[in-house]
């Protein structure tokens, strides 16, 4: 009937304080300066045709929580509402709406097991429309294209043998965010267009490229095709330019 007691003392530890990001990324955007775990601040440029916004980030402390809040973007001015959906920690991370504004501030709040929070504050600007109008490129799927293709050089010449009664003509354009369109055509602007133009034997197309950049700035290049007569000839002009006679008066005089 003998009886041994064990005593157990049982002590909670002190909680956890690391209320620090081991990771934070804006996709497709230029964050300022690069992510820095002592680093609060940091200014995010995005395109200017931004619609939303995909941020992760990871915690150091596997006790710490994260919340991303909306935060006033000029001094003096209410947090707008906050359209996100998605986890800071989650694969895809969280998608902010972002549609029209030209500004937004956004913190990512790190609380602590022992209750102290850290912000990183993201301060989110669009970045000005890009102005770019130039094609990129301009290739032909047959004869000769002349001059050589440069962005600066607006007009060209394709020529092609009689054989031939259609060319395919590729263009794109220097900007990803620009687009080209066909003059005439059905086709809607984009970053790239194929489309074929056919020519009737000794006959001249002239095709009309207008680019168009973010901003509205835009620039024409042009494209003449021409195709030389059947036979191979393509001077149809079968008319004299001069005719003299010696010793004799030559009447009507010539035309």
């Known amino acids: 009937g003998g009886v041994q007691e064990y005593l157990v003392d049982i002590k909670r530890a002190d909680p956890d304080h690391n209320n620090a990001l081991a990771e934070l990324a804006v996709g497709g955007s230029k964050m300022t300066p690069v992510f820095a775990a002592k680093t609060l601040r ?69 609380t602590a097991q022992d209750g102290k929070t850290a912000q990183y504050v993201l301060d989110v600007r669009r970045a000005p429309p890009d102005s770019n109008a130039d094609l990129g490129a301009l290739t032909a799927s047959a004869g000769v294209l002349s001059p050589i293709f440069s962005p600066r050089i607006i007009s060209y010449a394709v020529s092609l043998p009689a054989a031939i009664d259609s060319v395919k003509l590729t263009v794109s354009t220097a900007s990803p965010v620009a687009t080209v369109a066909v003059e005439g055509a059905t086709t809607k602007p984009a970053a790239s267009q194929t489309f074929t133009v056919s020519v009737a034997a000794g006959a001249t197309e002239t095709i009309n490229l207008m680019v168009s950049a973010e901003d509205g700035t835009q620039k024409m290049y042009r494209v003449r095709v021409s195709r030389e007569a059947t036979g191979g000839y393509g001077d149809r002009n079968a008319r004299l330019a001069r005719l003299q006679l010696a010793g004799a008066q030559l009447s009507p005089s010539f035309d």
């Open 42 to 110: 940091y200014a995010v440029e995005v395109p200017f045709s931004t619609q939303q916004l995909s941020i992760a980030a990871k915690a150091q402390s596997k006790y710490a929580r994260m919340e991303l809040v909306s935060l006033p973007a000029t001094a003096g001015a209410a947090a707008p509402a906050l359209q996100a959906k998605g986890d800071l920690a989650g694969k895809g991370g969280v998608t902010v709406e972002f549609p029209t504004a030209e500004r937004i501030g956004l913190a990512i709040a790190v």
